[in-house]
């Protein structure tokens, strides 16, 4: 398994913006997708943006195209999600993946499904709230 350790969670309020970043220990990102998920309160873990490693290759859950975009930072081995325009439904633990064996370096065309992906970092908090 792959270390990632996210950062960048913070209070926000609506309106705002975050950036988060998902950095990995030993490992270089460069040459697999990594992808953003986020898990609010009783509810499922949900894939949020992918980006693989060819030009172009990114995705978006529906209700986040326009406001959140990731990025690669190849010069700091880091992923980031930066965020813009939060609304009280995107609080959640945001969480950054990626798995090199069995994902690869595109994201997964079928969409992103939590149970695709081994290597997982702590998690970052995200609230939105007046």
């Known amino acids: 398994q792959v270390r990632l350790v996210e950062s960048g969670g913070d209070l926000v309020q609506p309106g705002g913006s975050l950036r988060l970043s998902c950095t990995a220990s030993?490992?270089?990102?460069?040459?697999?997708?990594v992808a953003w998920f986020r898990q609010a309160p009783g509810k499922i873990r949900e894939g949020v943006a992918c980006i693989g490693n060819r030009i172009n290759d990114t995705m978006y859950k529906d209700s986040v195209k326009g406001r959140f975009t990731i990025s690669r930072d190849y010069a700091e081995n880091m992923v980031h999600l930066q965020m813009i325009d939060l609304k009280p439904e995107d609080t959640a633990v945001y969480y950054c993946t990626t798995d090199p064996w069995s994902v690869g370096p595109a994201c997964p065309q079928r969409g992103l499904k939590s149970a695709d992906f081994s290597s997982w970092g702590q998690g970052t908090q995200v609230t939105v709230s007046s």
């Open positions: 030993r490992f270089t990102l460069d040459y697999s997708a």
